[in-house]
């Protein structure tokens, strides 16, 4: 799996009830071929990341989609395909 693009926005809490800060990710990855998650129109992955006050950051929930068919695939990321979002995640959100 490799990620070929992505875009990121601040979630805002008006009502500060959420600690901390959230952030959602819609991420397009490049899948292959012999992989279960493979679509020809390409799989994006929605992905909530949050960041407590003390600056530790995890990954709180994520969705598969499959961007031909628009619509959400019910199956999970390996634990080092997580690994990789979220330490992905965390880089783009120090570099804002």
Do not use: W
Not at 32 to 57: F, H, K, P
Not at 79 to 84: G, H, K, P, R, V
């Amino acid at each position: 799996m490799e990620i070929t693009q992505f875009s990121v926005e601040e979630i805002k809490d008006p009502t500060n009830i959420i600690e901390g800060k959230r952030f959602e990710f819609l991420i397009d990855v490049e899948v292959d071929e012999e992989d279960e998650l493979y679509s020809e129109a390409g799989i994006e992955i929605r992905v909530l990341i949050g960041q407590n006050e003390e600056g530790e950051t995890k990954l709180l929930n994520y969705f598969i989609m499959d961007k031909g068919e628009n619509k959400y695939l019910d199956f999970g990321l390996e634990d080092e395909e997580e690994s990789m979002i979220l330490e992905f995640c965390k880089e783009q959100i120090v570099n804002e």
